[in-house]
């Protein structure tokens, strides 16, 4: 048997530690949970978090979750999000650890008090209880009213605005043999059409073509509605029957 040059045992020696090197580094190498200083990119495709898994995002320098999404309790899966500064902002969990729960959507203020939640139960709103119209008088004699032949504001409110619209109904009416028209005026300009006495006002639009200077309870002056009247002959009665705000 012809022997083999010295420097071909040597390099198939020298492979073969090789091999047993990278085998060993295989079979020790830690677990690849940890990205350190880059990022995960998913282009067409899904992230998936399975089997009582969780998507978790700590607050800086703390253990505290800012975002997390995944096993809740038990068999309740649900998703929070808090302010960087520790305090709850939203959630979406019951907390009775089975997965037919009905889950509440929250929104938290800084101080985790419950401001906004969905009735899970009946549908809409859980909170905040909004306020309603209580009933008015039903007899017109005692309604708001003028017998002036001008313009003559006869009832009137300030509102923070949050929707960008409003709807505002009025019930009217007139004295026997009387005759006149009911307007509404929104921070000083007509609002809607002029009735005439006796005719219901029922209308919906914008509350301003600027509704960044009228928004919320820091605008530099509530919003003003005032109901007028002016009467041909007699007396001119309106009242309020409907009034809310609306989205675009």
């Known amino acids: 048997m012809p022997q083999l040059p010295e420097d071909i045992i040597d390099r198939l020696t020298q492979m073969e530690r090789r091999i047993q090197q990278l085998s060993t580094a295989v079979n020790t190498r830690p677990a690849l949970n940890t990205i350190t200083g880059g990022e995960v990119e998913i282009s067409d495709g899904t992230l998936k978090v399975t089997d009582g898994g969780t998507l ?12 997390r999404v995944g096993s809740w309790k038990d068999d309740e899966y649900g998703l929070e999000i808090h302010r960087q500064t520790g305090s709850l902002a939203l959630s979406l969990f019951n907390g009775v650890g089975t997965s037919t729960a009905l ?7 800084n101080a985790s008090r419950e401001i906004i939640s969905d009735d899970v139960n009946s549908g809409g709103l859980a909170r905040p209880w909004l306020t309603m ?16 032949t001008s313009w003559t504001t006869i009832a009137l409110s300030y509102n923070p605005v949050w929707q960008p619209k409003l709807r505002l109904k009025l019930s009217t009416a007139a004295s026997s043999g009387g005759a006149g028209q009911v307007r509404v005026l929104v921070a000083g300009v007509q609002w809607g059409p002029a009735v005439s006495a006796g005719t219901e006002f029922d209308y919906t639009d914008l ?42």
Not at 57 to 67: C, I, K, N
Not at 133 to 148: E, G, H, I, V
Not at 213 to 223: K, R, S
């Open 56 to 67: 978790l995002v700590q607050r800086p320098g703390s253990t505290g979750a800012m975002f």
């Open 103 to 109: 889950q509440p959507l929250r929104i938290y203020d």
């Open 133 to 148: 119209l209580p009933p008015q008088d039903a007899t017109p004699a005692r309604w708001p009213q003028t017998a002036a």
């Open 207 to 248: 509350v301003s073509s600027d509704f960044g200077t009228v928004f919320g309870p820091d605008a530099a002056n509530p919003l003003k509605v005032e109901i007028q009247a002016i009467a041909t002959t007699g007396t001119v009665y309106a009242t309020p029957v409907l009034m809310y705000g609306r989205q675009t």
